[in-house]
């Protein structure tokens, strides 16, 4: 099965800092996949490299079964939101749809404009005067109506309040469940990916440090709380991802799929945002965690 995005040791590197550093994924197509990290992490150096805004120092990378330093055919069937959502302040909504159609072979245009309208923006406006939810929903349009197979969006809804995020999502929910398309997209706000994604990746100091179907992640990690002890002291079966002690207590998030048979742990699931966090603040001794790619 062709994936979505693959990359095979993929890095890029301004002057001596990498950006991203041998990164190898393989996502499905079909997904909504949350890309998470800190600042400075990659994420937005990997979705550029993806859609071609950049060259990589080092690796491939293949966008629908394209490598896209050999062909760019591939990009009529992406839609990119990049950062900031960026439009044309002096320009009209309707005038940005003119140039959608122009720009797209594959331009729904009937879809753009019941989308504009059903959103109740006006067509004359100035899309530097509208609102922030309103910017953010045409540069959806925008991406949507050229009725792309790959959906990028890179922290779409970081400056959003919280109602114009929830709207914002709701309709890239609706559209990828009618299309069927992959998405990506990048956030810093877990809570929101919880929502609507069924796919992770975690990157940290331009490295993936985990990448799988939600579901399949936390159903193999667990937080387990005991009296104080140190991590060599637990299964070997069990890889710990993060750890904290008080003077008689001991817990750990730890990657297993076998049952905890200590009596004396307490052992809860994990949720998304606990997990996320616990990759992101690691622990020296951890080494990269298992990439899962799906053929």
Same mark, same amino acid.
């Given at each position: 099965?062709?994936?979505?995005?693959?990359?095979?040791?993929?890095?890029k $590197?301004?002057r001596r800092?990498?950006?991203?550093s041998?990164?190898?994924?393989?996502?499905?197509?079909?997904?909504?996949?949350? =890309?998470?990290?800190?600042?400075g992490?990659?994420?937005s150096? =990997?979705?550029?490299?993806?859609v071609? !805004?950049?060259?990589?120092?080092?690796?491939?990378?293949?966008?629908?079964?394209?490598n896209s330093l050999r062909?760019?055919?591939h990009l009529s069937?992406?839609g990119f939101v990049?950062?900031?959502?960026?439009?044309y302040s %002096? =320009?009209?909504v309707?005038?940005h749809l003119?140039f959608g159609?122009h720009?797209? /072979?594959?331009?729904?245009?009937?879809f753009?404009?019941?989308r504009?309208e059903?959103?109740? &923006?006006?067509l004359?406006q $100035?899309a530097?005067k509208?609102? %922030?939810?309103q910017k953010? /929903?045409l540069a !959806?349009t925008?991406?949507?109506? $050229?009725?792309?197979? #790959?959906?990028?969006?890179d922290e779409?809804?970081?400056? #959003?309040?919280?109602?114009a995020?929830?709207?914002?999502?709701?309709?890239?929910m609706?559209?990828?469940?009618?299309? %069927?398309s992959?998405?990506?997209?990048?956030?810093?706000?877990?809570?929101?990916?919880?929502?609507?994604?069924?796919? !992770?990746?975690?990157l940290?100091?331009s490295?993936? +440090?985990?990448? %799988?179907d939600?579901?399949?992640?936390?159903?193999?990690h667990?937080r387990?709380?005991?009296s104080r002890?140190d991590?060599?002291?637990?299964?070997?079966?069990m890889?710990? &991802?993060?750890?904290?002690h008080?003077q008689r /207590?001991s817990?750990f #998030?730890?990657?297993?799929n076998?049952?905890?048979?200590?009596p004396?742990?307490v052992?809860?699931?994990?949720?998304l945002?606990?997990?996320?966090?616990?990759?992101?603040?690691g622990?020296?001794?951890v080494?990269?965690s298992?990439?899962q790619?799906? +053929?």
């Amino acid at each position: 099965m062709t994936a979505a995005v693959a990359t095979q040791e993929l890095s890029k $590197k301004y002057r001596r800092k990498y950006a991203l550093s041998d990164c190898s994924i393989s996502i499905p197509k079909g997904k909504v996949v949350g =890309l998470v990290g800190p600042n400075g992490a990659g994420k937005s150096t =990997l979705l550029n490299l993806c859609v071609g !805004l950049i060259n990589p120092t080092a690796g491939q990378v293949e966008v629908l079964g394209e490598n896209s330093l050999r062909s760019s055919s591939h990009l009529s069937k992406v839609g990119f939101v990049a950062q900031d959502t960026p439009i044309y302040s %002096g =320009l009209s909504v309707g005038t940005h749809l003119y140039f959608g159609k122009h720009a797209n /072979q594959t331009w729904d245009e009937d879809f753009a404009f019941a989308r504009i309208e059903g959103l109740k &923006i006006d067509l004359k406006q $100035k899309a530097g005067k509208l609102s %922030g939810g309103q910017k953010a /929903q045409l540069a !959806l349009t925008l991406a949507v109506a $050229k009725r792309p197979e #790959l959906l990028i969006l890179d922290e779409p809804v970081a400056s #959003l309040d919280p109602l114009a995020r929830r709207e914002f999502l709701k309709s890239l929910m609706d559209y990828a469940a009618e299309e %069927g398309s992959s998405v990506i997209l990048s956030s810093h706000l877990v809570a929101d990916l919880e929502r609507v994604c069924d796919y !992770l990746i975690v990157l940290v100091d331009s490295k993936v +440090k985990v990448a %799988g179907d939600i579901e399949e992640l936390l159903s193999s990690h667990l937080r387990i709380i005991g009296s104080r002890r140190d991590r060599q002291d637990l299964s070997s079966e069990m890889k710990v &991802i993060e750890e904290s002690h008080t003077q008689r /207590q001991s817990t750990f #998030l730890v990657q297993t799929n076998s049952p905890v048979l200590d009596p004396g742990l307490v052992v809860e699931e994990p949720s998304l945002e606990d997990l996320v966090l616990a990759y992101m603040a690691g622990i020296p001794e951890v080494s990269k965690s298992r990439l899962q790619e799906v +053929k």
